[in-house]
C-alpha cells in the first residue's frame, strides 16, 4: 500500500519570499513518480511537477522545485519568489508501478500568501 | 486543444437518489480516472477505465459504477446516494494506461446530497 503525509494543514508566506511544503510517502514499489498538485478555490487540480523515483536530479519547473531526497522518503515543494496567486490547496501525490497511472494523495497544506 | 471537461458543474441531489456524472478527456488521450474528494481531504481514488474497461478499482461499494465509451469519455453512475456521497468528483485523463508523469484533471463536478 502506498501512504502520502503532509504535516503542515496551513502555511503563511509573504510575497517575494520562498516557501517550502512537505510531504512524506510510504511504498513498496521500487518505481514510483511523485507529483504536486495546485487546487485553487475553483476546485480544479492544477499540475505543478513531477519527478521519478529513478531521477537523479531534482525536478525544476519555472518557480517549482521537487526537493526529492529517496533515502528520507520525502519529495517537498519548493515555491521561490511566492505570488499572492499562489494562495490555494497543495497536494502531493504518488503513482506505483503496481497502480498504473492511479495517484496516491496527502490531505494537502492550505497556502496563504500575503502581500 | 481543450482540457479534460466534465459535467455538470455542480448538482444537488436527495438521498436514495442516482447521480450520473461524465467526463471528456483531453483529445488522444485513452485513459480516464474518477476520483471522490471530500471536504477537507485529498482525492481518492475510485476507478480507472482503459480502452472500455475498468483497469482498477479503489475501495469504494457496488452503488459506484462507471463505464468508458468508444469515444473514450467517460460516466460515473452512483446509486441510492447517501449524504456521505457530497463531495467534488474528478475526472483525470492520462495518454496510456501506464502514463507515469502526466495525469490531467477536469475541474469537477460538485455534488450535494440532501
Known amino acids: 500500500a502506498q501512504k502520502i503525509t503532509q504535516t503542515q494543514p496551513g502555511m503563511f508566506v509573504q510575497e517575494k519570499e520562498a516557501v517550502t511544503l512537505d510531504c512524506t510517502y510510504d511504498?513498496?514499489?521500487?518505481?514510483?513518480?511523485l507529483f504536486w498538485y495546485k487546487q485553487p478555490s475553483s476546485g480544479e487540480m492544477i499540475f505543478l511537477i513531477y519527478q521519478g523515483s529513478y531521477d537523479e536530479q531534482n525536478a525544476t519547473e519555472g518557480r517549482y522545485s521537487l526537493n526529492f531526497q529517496k533515502a528520507r522518503k520525502s519529495a517537498n515543494l519548493v515555491i521561490s519568489a511566492s505570488q499572492l496567486g499562489d494562495s490555494a490547496m497543495y497536494f502531493c501525490?504518488?503513482?506505483?508501478?503496481?497502480?498504473?497511472?492511479?495517484?496516491?494523495f496527502g490531505k494537502g497544506t492550505m497556502l496563504l500568501v500575503s502581500p | 486543444d481543450a482540457g479534460v471537461t466534465q459535467s455538470p458543474t455542480h448538482l444537488i441531489k436527495t438521498r436514495g437518489q442516482h447521480v450520473t456524472l461524465r467526463c471528456s478527456p483531453i483529445?488522444?488521450?485513452?485513459?480516464v480516472s474518477w476520483y471522490q474528494q471530500v471536504l477537507g481531504q485529498g482525492p481518492q481514488f475510485i476507478f480507472q477505465y482503459y480502452e472500455k474497461e475498468e483497469r482498477g478499482r479503489g475501495n469504494f461499494p457496488d452503488r459506484f459504477s462507471a463505464r468508458q465509451f468508444p469515444n473514450y469519455s467517460s460516466e460515473l453512475n452512483v446509486n441510492a446516494l447517501l449524504l456521505g456521497d457530497s463531495a467534488l468528483y474528478l475526472c483525470?485523463?492520462?495518454?496510456?494506461?501506464?502514463?507515469?508523469?502526466?495525469?490531467?484533471f477536469g475541474p469537477g463536478t460538485r455534488l450535494t446530497v440532501l
Open positions: 511504498t513498496s514499489d521500487q518505481s514510483y513518480g
Open positions: 483529445s488522444g488521450h485513452k485513459s
Open positions: 483525470a485523463s492520462s495518454l496510456e494506461l501506464q502514463t507515469y508523469n502526466e495525469q490531467f
Open positions: 501525490a504518488m503513482r506505483g508501478v503496481s497502480g498504473y497511472s492511479t495517484l496516491t
